[in-house]
């Protein structure tokens, strides 16, 4: 008898039925902010092929699906994958292999952090970015003397927080030609006592930043692969990627097809001609993980550096109001061109002035009620005369709220208190179209997306200054500034069908969190990390 047992056992095993899986994954435990229509709430989700299958009650998933994993949350909260409606993924990515300035105090660390870099990287052009000479003690822009001294032959050019402003040695100035008292339209060559300074403003950066020779194909692959790895550790699924070259989008395809290349990227084409020719020629780019079907302008230039274009002067530099980038005709051919084409169009614009002159050259175009989500990206300071243009015209503001818990200190300074509060006016923008993409501007700010909802709803800086917040009347609530790193920001580019909310039928891309951001005390928010980011439903990062 004992023999015919294992015969029997083999028989029962044939004849029990087979478990079929009917989804690839199920998140149980869970407290899931759907972010649909209704900011539906439930406690499971189930995924397959790479999509949202179900949201609901676990009773009710257990009882139809039968995944091949299944995830206990441990009643931690899901959130759809965030989305930054503006940044710089490809700059970022090459920046991770240059001179880090961010946070410095002062421009004798700098000098000290570029030698020590420059010994360890021995030819070729030093390039660095992040100083902020508004949080040194003397709030001046540095002077080239002593980078000349440290680097006689050696070219060096380094970059202000905002990318509108650097500061490059002699040897650098030299292979661009620069001189002194030379002028260029929108932007400056600080030239003093008839010496140049090396400080360069927005348009004149670009002489001498022309002269650097482009990164290898190589070096590019291995700047999106460094990008996206620091990206999907604080919960970025989808980024928006801001004046880019056309060239960009077959490397990204590329890395997409291999697998390599996870993150899904908006691309903006920068604006120049060949870019224009390109999509022009060629259409809208759409894939799962890429779409291009914008371009990105440049109105003006930043606050912290004084080259935004304002209506009235610079309260601490009377006389001066900033300039314009380009002469306004280019503006008008631009946006003509774009809309005859039928892609979006995305204007940096900072100044008061700059937003009231992009404002009416998008109504022109735009003729009023429309679905054609062009946007103004940053919308920083806005006269009140102009704010209704947005609505009127359903033009898109595309702010970043750590811009104004960054600048709060400082701007003041730059605008006086009354103008000030023209400022950084999310909750007025939001109530133009009903709805509002964020974003960083990563690497001007830092990469975290968790950062933007405190900085949105909070009004504080990591430091929790102010004490009451940061005109708090324009403050946004913890459900819109969801809403405006997730489905509005997918809305912002023409994928609110796709991504945004986890709801059936829309990408798996969300996030596990260690502290649920909608019931989290302010202060812990800057705090909270990300435990898991799926995208497709596969798990791309891990904290363990």
Request: proline fraction near 4%.
């Amino acid at each position: 008898m004992k023999k015919l047992w294992p015969a029997l056992l083999l028989l029962a095993a044939a004849c029990s039925p087979k478990k079929e899986y009917n989804a690839d994954l199920l998140i149980k435990n869970a407290v899931v902010y759907t972010v649909d229509s209704n900011f539906t709430v439930a406690n499971a989700i189930v995924v397959n092929g790479g999509k949202v299958l179900a949201v609901g009650s676990i009773d009710s998933l257990e009882n139809k699906y039968l995944a091949r994993e299944v995830v206990d949350a441990g009643g931690k909260a899901v959130y759809p994958g965030f989305i930054d409606a503006h940044a710089h993924f490809m700059e970022y990515g090459l920046g991770l292999q240059n001179v880090n300035l961010v946070g410095l105090k002062s421009w004798d660390v700098i000098l000290d952090t570029v030698s020590n870099y420059a010994i360890k990287k021995t030819e070729g052009w030093i390039v660095g970015a992040g100083w902020d000479q508004n949080i040194w003690a003397n709030k001046a822009f540095p002077n080239k003397a002593r980078l000349d001294s440290l680097f006689p032959v050696r070219p060096v050019i380094l970059s202000r927080i905002d990318g509108h402003a650097a500061i490059a040695n002699q040897a650098a100035l030299n292979i661009a030609g620069v001189k002194p008292g030379q002028k260029i339209i929108g932007g400056e060559i600080e030239t003093i006592n008839g010496k140049l300074t090396g400080i360069l403003v927005d348009n004149a950066v670009g002489i001498v930043t022309r002269k650097i020779p482009a990164p290898t194909e190589q070096i590019v692959q291995t700047a999106l692969l460094d990008a996206q790895k620091n990206c999907v550790a604080v919960g970025l699924t989808t980024v928006d990627d801001c004046g880019v070259p056309y060239q960009l989008i077959n490397t990204i395809a590329s890395l997409q097809h291999k697998g390599d290349l996870k993150m899904r990227l908006y691309l903006m084409l920068a604006d120049q001609p060949e870019n224009y020719n390109y999509l022009f020629k060629r259409g809208a780019y759409k894939t799962p993980g890429l779409n291009v079907r914008a371009f990105k302008v440049y109105a003006d230039g930043a606050l912290g550096s004084r080259g935004a274009c304002l209506l009235q002067s610079y309260t601490d530099q009377p006389k001066w109001n900033g300039f314009l980038l380009s002469q306004k005709t280019h503006f008008e051919e631009v946006a003509k061109k774009i809309a005859a084409h039928g892609f979006q169009m995305c204007t940096h614009a900072i100044g008061d002035s700059a937003n009231r002159v992009m404002l009416k050259i998008y109504a022109e175009n735009l003729k009023g009620k429309n679905d054609k989500r062009w946007r103004i990206e940053h919308a920083q300071i806005v006269s009140p005369q102009d704010i209704n243009t947005f609505g009127e015209n359903n033009i898109i503001p595309s702010v970043q709220p750590t811009h104004a818990t960054s600048d709060m200190a400082w701007a003041i300074k730059r605008l006086g208190a009354q103008r000030l509060k023209t400022g950084y006016v999310y909750k007025d923008l939001l109530k133009q179209n009903g709805w509002i993409p964020l974003g960083t501007d990563f690497p001007v700010e830092n990469i975290n997306p968790l950062y933007t909802f405190y900085a949105a709803v909070v009004r504080k800086d990591l430091k929790g200054f102010p004490e009451g917040g940061f005109q708090m009347e324009n403050a946004l609530s913890r459900q819109e500034a969801l809403r405006g790193m997730t489905i509005w920001a997918a809305k912002a580019n023409f994928e609110e069908k796709e991504k945004g909310s986890l709801e059936p039928g829309k990408f798996a891309d969300f996030v596990i969190l260690d502290n649920d951001i909608m019931k989290a005390k302010g202060s812990d928010l800057p705090d909270v990390k990300v435990l898991k980011t799926y995208i497709n439903g596969v798990k791309v990062y891990d904290k363990k």
